[in-house]
């Protein structure tokens, strides 16, 4: 079975501060992770997945198989990165690339 | 918007009625995809297609719950006799042929209620 579990519900922080959204997988083999973002009353889109090893929008994420954790960062956020996130992840085994998806993490940064 | 499309976005409907979503994926993509979303809780896969053919249901899928994609373009999820859990955010989504890291594109929802 494969499970993504995203701690915080919530996540409040001023501008200009870091900010971390957790996230913790479980699946025997070696997924592949994503981040998904949804800006209000916009549709879920992809942020950044973890092959790609990039930057998007200052964030990034580091895949930590010893931990198995996908943690998102952004050294420094600004207000309009307040958003829903949820972290994803397709089990190599999975037919079709279907994401299974963590719980989301509303992320408010405040001015 | 050349985007993933859903109609209608909102749907309130009778309890025991049945209700039929619509759900047009970018021109060139051949998967597709529907997911469904309840408050306070990320998407959960329902059922997937490539081009025509269903290849894996969801266990959430009931037999109630039958999705087609005719001629591997447009897609139908039809609900019969709605039930109040049946309450949700219905989601699509498609992506092109590739590895596992293809991006899926969703579009913005169906909302169903249920009263």
């Known amino acids: 079975a494969q499970r993504v579990t995203q701690p915080e519900k919530l996540l409040s922080v001023f501008k200009g501060a870091p900010v971390e959204l957790k996230c913790n997988y479980s699946?025997?083999?070696?997924?592949?992770l994503f981040w998904y973002v949804q800006y209000s009353r916009q549709r879920l889109q992809l942020l950044l997945r973890h092959i790609s090893r990039e930057s998007i929008k200052g964030f990034t994420a580091d895949l930590n198989k010893g931990e198995t954790s996908f943690h998102l960062k952004k050294p420094f956020a600004q207000e309009e990165d307040s958003a829903m996130y949820y972290c994803?992840?397709?089990?190599?085994?999975?037919?079709?690339?279907?994401?299974?998806f963590g719980e989301g993490t509303q992320l408010t940064v405040n001015p | 918007d050349t985007g993933v499309s859903q109609d209608p976005r909102h749907k309130i409907t009778k309890r025991g009625q049945n209700v039929t979503f619509r759900c047009d994926p970018i021109s060139e993509h051949n998967r597709l995809y529907w997911y469904r979303q309840t408050l306070g809780q990320g998407p959960e896969f329902l059922t997937y297609?490539?081009?025509?053919?269903?290849?894996?249901k969801s266990r959430l899928l009931s037999d109630r719950f039958s999705a087609e994609r005719p001629k591997g373009s447009f897609s139908t999820l039809e609900i019969q006799r709605t039930e109040q859990g049946d309450s949700a955010m219905y989601l699509c989504?498609?992506?092109?042929?590739?590895?596992?890291?293809?991006?899926?594109?969703f579009g913005q929802g169906t909302r169903l209620t249920v009263v």
């Open positions: 297609f490539q081009n025509e053919a269903q290849l894996e």
């Open positions: 994803a992840l397709i089990g190599r085994a999975t037919s079709g690339s279907r994401l299974t």
């Open positions: 989504a498609s992506s092109p042929w590739g590895g596992l890291n293809t991006e899926a594109f």
């Open positions: 699946y025997s083999g070696s997924p592949e």
